[in-house]
């Protein structure tokens, strides 16, 4: 009996939306603050994003080529396994699952909570304690009505996720048009409100700037770019890959980009450099500005909505990454079982939602972000790279669509990964060397599950 598989069912304008609406979430509305005081003006803040936004399309452009010539589950993994070994895509999948993704998930359940509550101020309270020592200081965990919210909306998604990949890419489309005509408005506003001077692209603000304060700027615009890569994990459910895939990753990540750019000038024009340095909510400082109150709660809403977006996408791309771990034996067997009903991998989706709900309610998600971050990106450059190793180790491979701007396009990619990775290890010593030691807790569980499959004592994975 033939087992059940996933379906190709998501179109190009599926596809597209997977990766401007998981991209866009509350980056665009946190992170002005932390570039402006890291460059000082606002043309610095233009040309990271400028920057940023162009590594991106490069990454893109890069992947848009492997996932062509490979479009299976997984994104990364696949492309590392067949560039490095099973080992390299193992520890991208690892780091997926438990922290990555998962962490990725519960940072936006726990920011859409916290603008949430700006409705129900309910939600800011503590609702009651759990008797471990996990809490601060090693006390007593407190739970907040907002966690329970970020819980709920995880688990939903996670159910709408496992019902159906159509059902949730229906839904994608839907919220990110919504969530791109809600940014357009911000967009327009800021632009057209009659409150905004062009002199403001003239002022500066305190900041250390240079090289350092550059670099410093770009990690937090590729935190807001990042996802763009989100699309390979669901290569085998898009429709006509071989097209779809190239123009879907470069269509989505150009969107965003210009997205991006036209927010922040709306920004600028309305508030000079000191005012955006100082604030937590640029956008709703900008719509308070032009508009007053209202405007300020509309942009809430905006950001629930765009975060909405970026959750549900989270979710549908990063479940198929333990199930592709999980189908080439190199993780716990039911992660490989695909639903005879949805056709979609069910216990996989509802595994990371349930994680990303624990991690929510540990309150620790960032600190193992911040972990992870060196190891991520090592194994993201290894993963650019792998286009040549590919090209070198494997001539023979039908390749649909071939990167634009070979090979100067993914090394440009590969040599900034570089220098943040540099950049990273310098600043941040002790985190670096704790995500090292995380990615590193996955080698003895690699070796084992390595070992049954080589041995053939599971039908192609282990049980767990």
Known sequence: MTKPGLRRELGIWSAASLVVGTVIGSGIFLVPKTMVMNTGSPEMVLLVWVFGGLLSLAGALTYAEMAAAMPEAGGEYVYLSRAYGPFWGFLYGWTQMWVAKSGAV?????????????????????????????????????VTGGQLAAIALILSLGFLNWFGVKEAAGVQVAVTILKVALIGG???????????????????????????????????ALWAYDGWNNLSMVSSE???????????????????????????????????????????????????????????????????????????????????????LARDGLFFRRF????????????????????????VLSGRYDQLLTMVIFPSWILYGMSTAAVMVLRRKHPEMSRP???LGYPVVPLLFVGVAAVLLAVTLEKSP???????????????????????????????????
């Open 238 to 324: 898009v429709k006509e890959p071989q097209r779809n895939l190239p123009r879907a990753l470069i269509l989505g990540t150009a969107m965003v980009m210009g997205i991006y750019l036209l927010t922040n000038v709306a920004y600028f024009y309305v508030l000079p450099a000191a005012e955006v340095a100082g604030s937590d909510r640029v956008a709703s400082v900008m719509m308070r500005a032009v508009v007053g109150e209202w405007g300020a709660a509309a942009v809430s809403v905006a950001a629930m909505i765009s975060m909405f977006a970026a959750l549900n996408g989270s979710l549908l791309s990063g479940a198929r990454v333990p199930y592709a």
């Open 336 to 359: 490989g079982e695909v639903s005879a009903v949805h056709h979609t991998p069910g216990f996989s989706v509802l595994a990371l939602s349930g994680w990303s709900a624990v991690l």
């Open 106 to 142: 519960a940072t936006i359940a726990t920011g859409f909570a916290l603008y949430l509550a700006n409705f129900l101020p309910v939600l800011d309270e503590r609702m009651f304690t759990i008797p471990v020592p996990l809490g601060e200081a090693g006390g007593a965990l407190p």
């Open 186 to 220: 911000v967009i327009a506003t800021g632009l057209f409100g009659g409150k905004g001077t062009a002199a403001n692209f003239g002022t500066q603000t305190a900041a250390p700037g240079g090289i350092l304060g550059f670099f410093a700027a770009l990690v937090a």
């Open 430 to 464: 002790r985190e670096s060397a704790l995500g090292l030691v995380v990615i590193a807790a996955g080698i003895p569980f690699y070796a084992y599950w390595n070992q049954r499959r080589q041995k053939g004592v599971a039908a192609g994975a282990p049980e767990g």
């Open 401 to 403: 669509y071939r990167t």
